[in-house]
């Protein structure tokens, strides 16, 4: 991946399916993101799983994926996570990372 390609902005939703619920998943999510400077959101679902969406440089999304699909929070057990609609944005549709409830 060239440095012009790392730094392009783009959005992608995710969801994450194992034991990711009552283990401060989305805290960790949450810190994760805001250490790679990444906005966004992310919730638990009803279904049990969490799921939300990424924005920032490319380079940052892909470490912030790989994190999402094996690491976690300490408590947690990811089985996979999925992610959709991925696309290069102008800018940024949030200003931070939230949690929604």
Do not use: C
């Not at 283990?23 to 919730?43: H, N, P």
């Not at 638990?44 to 799983?49: F, R, V």
């Not at 947690?76 to 996570?81: E, F, N, P, V, W």
């Not at 992610?83 to 290069?88: A, I, S, Y």
Request: glycine fraction near 8%.
């Amino acid at each position: 991946m060239s440095m012009a390609e790392g730094d392009t902005l783009i959005s992608v939703d995710y969801e994450v399916f194992g034991k990711v619920q009552g283990v401060f998943f989305r805290k960790y999510t949450q810190a994760e993101s805001k250490k790679l400077g990444l906005v966004g959101w992310v919730q638990n679902t009803d279904q049990g799983t969490v799921q939300g969406q990424l924005q920032g440089p490319t380079s940052k999304v892909r470490h912030m994926q790989e994190w999402l699909e094996t690491k976690g929070s300490p408590k947690s057990h990811i089985d996979r996570a999925s992610f959709n609609n991925e696309k290069v944005i102008l800018k940024l549709d949030y200003s931070d990372f939230q949690i929604v409830k």
